[in-house]
T-cell receptor, first 116, second 109 residues
């Protein structure tokens, strides 16, 4: 079974703090994704990566950065957390090597981040 | 942009079939149609995907219109565990996916 794990289920941070959200997958997937989910807005893609050290912006990259130093790990970084970044953050992974949408994405359980 | 339109909510009686519709009139020829569902307090899980032909797997069936501008996810016998938000998804531009807000399915015992 594919497993995508996220470092925390719940996280509370203060405004201005630097926040790291970690995601690890164990199936040697090339593609990894970070989404945020907000009521009424569905899931929105923040960043994704199709290879180590490679990244692409999604719909809402502002205020976020990412790091992928190893194939299995994809980190989302909030450089200076703000209250409007309070959200559910979901990580996903999928196979690569072909059209990106020809593969299913496997999601982690999510991290509910609250910024106060 | 490849965007999808789904009803906000649907209800079904337990053990009856459920047909969840999705419109995607701006689909391009190479876009796969994906369906995911999200149970309460969990991340989305993959249900099924297809390109042109109808697809079946152990969870559901996917019926794709001949012009590919709409599709229907079919749950053959709804159970209480099928209560979830169902997302119909296309690749948008490049490598981006558009998830939208999905259809919230309520299963009535």
């Amino acid at each position: 079974d594919v497993k995508v794990t996220q470092s925390s289920r719940y996280l509370v941070k203060r405004t201005g703090e630097k926040v790291f959200l970690e995601c690890v997958q164990d199936m040697d997937h090339e593609n990894m994704f970070w989404y945020r989910q907000d009521p009424g807005l569905g899931l929105r893609l923040i960043y994704f990566s199709y290879d180590v050290k490679m990244k692409e912006k999604g719909d809402i990259p502002e205020g976020y950065s990412v790091s992928r130093e190893k194939k299995e790990r994809f980190s989302l970084i909030l450089e200076s957390a703000s209250t409007n970044q309070t959200s559910m953050y979901l990580c996903a992974s999928s196979l690569g090597g072909g059209p990106i949408d020809s593969y299913e994405q496997y999601f982690g359980p999510g991290t509910r981040l609250t910024v106060t | 942009d490849a965007k999808t339109t789904q009803p906000n909510s649907m209800e079904s009686n337990e053990e009856e079939p459920v047909h969840l519709p999705c419109n995607h009139s701006t689909i391009s020829g190479t876009d796969y149609i994906h369906w995911y569902r999200q149970l309460p307090s969990q991340g989305p899980e993959y249900v099924i995907h297809g390109l042109t032909s109808n697809v079946n797997n152990r969870m559901a069936s996917l019926a794709i219109a001949e012009d590919r501008k709409s599709s229907t996810l079919i749950l053959h016998r709804a159970t209480l565990r099928d209560a979830a938000v169902y997302y119909c998804i296309l690749r948008r531009t490049g490598n981006q996916f558009y998830f939208g807000t999905g259809t919230s399915l309520t299963v009535i015992p």
